[in-house]
């Protein structure tokens, strides 16, 4: 199938891209000059631009396209369902797409995590979550409870109230005053450890989580409501957990009666080869927020899967959830969610990743020879590359370098070499792969290769 557009139609789409799109955490002068990239097509691992040109999609869109792209019978499945039923709020009414889906996801979840609340996406989850925190220990009569922990350089949304939770001050800053009750405690990156625990990772994990205890006993342990983090945490490049650490965290939300909350907005729906990282790593949430991948973006929709104990004090009496969201369990994104599932079980996605994720990281461990190559780190399908000065010494770039290296060249380059990836300097200088769970050794060596190129490039160019 053609994509390619004629240069009158190019021009058109630049001209009113240009004069009327906003583009999202996007530096908009910096296409003062160039043309605004257009993706018109996807098929399988690949999209493609208004000029033809195919790219291989080594982030799956931004962490979202699971099962790839032009998938048929997931768009053929929204598409029956809008017209049977486009759409019906949850407020007081159910539809059976959403009844469903909650009951498929809640026989998939870990433990009694029995209940869903659906969103639009994955900050209104995370949103939605410490609401749900603050109104249950109300509820219980323990109304002092509403601070939230989260990881130094986390990332865990936009809306005011998820960017309170989220560890970035850059992004931050021009929306204060935030919501208060957000609190940082150490984040799991063991190649930047302290020097005391640099050499034995499951020591450093074990610190790591004993923070958590420190920073509730410093805020006051009837204060604190939640502790909110990834699976493997994002923002910064990818930091898997260490042995240990995820036990230690439930030991001591269960010693202070805090609530643990998985954000797996981008870690669920097999991007570490289970339905949810929590399962990935052996530990019970109590509550997981997810979002993307739940529909491999043939849609949008995210939620929260709660367990039964915060449900009690909703389901009598005159006690009410107050929140709500009004495209929340869209029913055309509830059908396409299920057809998305579907293809998982069908195909058996898990496996995939599973079976191929040691090939994986083996491919992107061959870059360790480059010299601006400093640790190669991840899990199942979720990788990040950091980049350094210094392999020995691990010094890093400062903020100049790093703005010359990731925006001045490797963004760009990467793209122009036909790689969607993301080259990010939230925390040290990263670049971060993850590939739709249908990828397989081709696609490795695929990304392997412009990599290996590009970072040989630009390792002239500091």
């Not at 909703?314 to 969610?337: D, E, I, N, R």
């Not at 590359?385 to 890093?396: G, N, P, Q, S, Y």
Request: hydrophobic letters at 40%; charged letters at 20%; a negative charge.
């Amino acid at each position: 199938m053609s994509t390619a557009y004629s240069n009158d139609e190019i021009a058109a789409l630049q001209e009113k891209a240009k004069r009327h799109l906003w583009l999202h955490f996007t530096r908009m002068s910096s296409y003062a000059e160039s043309d605004v990239p257009v993706i018109v097509r996807g098929e399988g691992q690949y999209v493609f631009d208004q000029h033809g040109k195919r790219y291989l999609d080594g982030l799956a869109g931004l962490f979202v396209s699971q099962i790839g792209h032009g998938r048929t019978e997931v768009a053929e499945a929204g598409a029956r369902q809008a017209a049977e039923l486009a759409y019906f709020p949850l407020w007081s009414y159910a539809h059976p797409q959403a009844i469903e889906l909650a009951d498929r996801l809640s026989a998939m979840a870990p433990g009694d995590l029995n209940r869903v609340f659906f969103t639009s996406s994955g900050s209104e989850a995370v949103e939605s979550a410490w609401k749900l925190a603050k109104q249950y220990f109300k509820a219980i009569g323990q109304p002092a409870r509403y601070k939230v922990l989260s990881r130094s350089i986390a990332y865990h949304g936009t809306s005011m109230g998820a960017l309170a939770i989220t560890g970035l001050p850059d992004i931050k800053e021009p929306f204060e005053p935030l919501p208060a009750g957000g609190v940082r405690v150490p984040n799991t990156n063991f190649y930047r450890a302290p020097q005391f625990v640099a050499d034995d990772l499951t020591a450093f994990g074990l610190w790591a989580a004993d923070e958590i205890e420190r920073a509730i006993q410093r805020e006051g342990e009837d204060s604190v409501a939640a502790v909110f983090l990834e699976p493997l945490q994002n923002s910064g490049g990818c930091f898997p957990p260490p042995p240990g650490y995820f036990q230690r965290v439930r030991e001591i939300c269960d010693r202070y009666g805090v609530l643990l909350v998985s954000d797996e907005v981008i870690c669920a729906f097999g991007r570490l080869g289970y339905y949810f990282g929590s399962e990935r790593y052996g530990y019970q949430p109590d509550i997981i927020t997810f979002a993307k991948g739940i529909t491999s973006g043939y849609a949008p929709l995210g939620g929260m899967l709660v367990r039964d104990a915060l449900m009690e004090p909703f389901s009598q009496g005159q006690s009410t959830f107050l929140h709500g969201v009004t495209f929340a369990g869209h029913p055309v994104s509830c059908a396409v969610a299920m057809a998305n599932l579907d293809v998982f079980e069908k195909e058996d996605l898990l496996g995939n990743v599973r079976a191929h994720e040691g090939a994986f990281r083996s491919t992107l461990e061959k870059l360790n020879d480059l010299p601006i190559v400093g640790n190669v780190r991840g899990d199942g399908y979720f990788y990040g590359i950091e980049l350094v000065k210094d392999k020995a010494t691990r010094e890093t770039f400062d903020n100049d370098e790093s703005e010359r290296l990731l925006r001045g060249f490797l963004s760009h380059a990467l793209f122009d070499a036909g790689l969607i990836c993301r080259a990010d300097d939230r925390g040290d200088p990263v670049i971060q792969l993850a590939p739709p769970l249908t990828c397989t050794q081709e696609h490795f060596d695929e990304m392997e290769q412009i990599l290996r190129s590009v970072l040989t490039e630009a390792w002239t160019k500091i």
